[in-house]
T-cell receptor, first 115, second 109 residues
């Protein structure tokens, strides 16, 4: 069974630009969540989508947005990039039969560098 | 959200057992205790989870205190491949997986 696929794996942008990251969940998984990982802040929750609806959102500015498509694939977008947005962006999927016990499966991440 | 407290780092020798502690004194009755680990240059991976009873799987064991205010992840025989950051997380149906700083485990040959 294919794992969670994130594209692109690496990308470099300049300040002020915008970026779109893609996540393909494991087949059959309906929930997709996004995390930002930096050396200083660790793993921080961005948002979660379930059946094309944003179910929960972390404490990030409105420049960070996302969406989920009917096939459960998800994209996140960051507009007006800042140097501090340089990070590893991780996507996780789950079947979500029970949020309390469901296992999250993570992709390898998209490493964004903002110059 | 209920919080967890873990030591920043721990060391272990290869082939020896490792006990990774986690304190969660504000845990609610519906919170499940989850453990994930993140190996270098990889996304986190699931290790184990439990509610009240001790749990075992092929990767590890989870020992949960009777009052549920603390838990311990047990790696029975540490290998070099177990060197990772281990995260202890509380989760119930209403919230999402929020990671703390975790414990960085170093395994010495």
């Amino acid at each position: 069974k294919a794992g969670v696929t994130q594209t692109p794996r690496y990308l470099i942008k300049t300040r002020g630009q915008q970026v779109t990251l893609s996540c393909s969940p494991i087949s059959g998984h309906r929930s997709v969540s996004w995390y930002q990982q930096t050396p200083g802040q660790g793993l921080q929750f961005l948002f979660e989508y379930f059946s094309e609806t944003q179910r929960n959102k972390g404490n990030f500015p409105g420049r960070f947005s996302g969406r989920q498509f009917s096939n459960s694939r998800s994209e996140m977008n960051v507009s007006t990039l800042e140097l501090g947005d340089s990070a590893l962006y991780l996507c996780a999927s789950s079947f979500d039969s029970d949020r309390a016990t469901g296992e999250l499966f993570f992709g390898e991440g998209s490493r964004l560098t903002v110059l | 959200d209920a919080k967890t407290t873990q030591p920043n780092s721990m060391e272990s020798n290869e082939e020896e057992p490792v006990h990774l502690p986690c304190n969660h004194s504000t845990i609610s009755g519906t919170d499940y205790i989850h453990w994930y680990r993140q190996l270098p240059s990889q996304g986190p991976e699931y290790v184990i989870h439990g509610l009240t009873s001790n749990v075992n799987n092929r990767m590890a064991s989870l020992a949960i205190a009777e009052d549920r205010k603390s838990s311990t992840l047990i790696l029975h025989r540490a290998t070099l491949r177990d060197a990772a950051v281990y995260y202890c997380i509380l989760r119930d149906r209403g919230n999402d997986m929020r990671f703390g700083a975790g414990t960085r485990l170093t395994v010495k040959p």
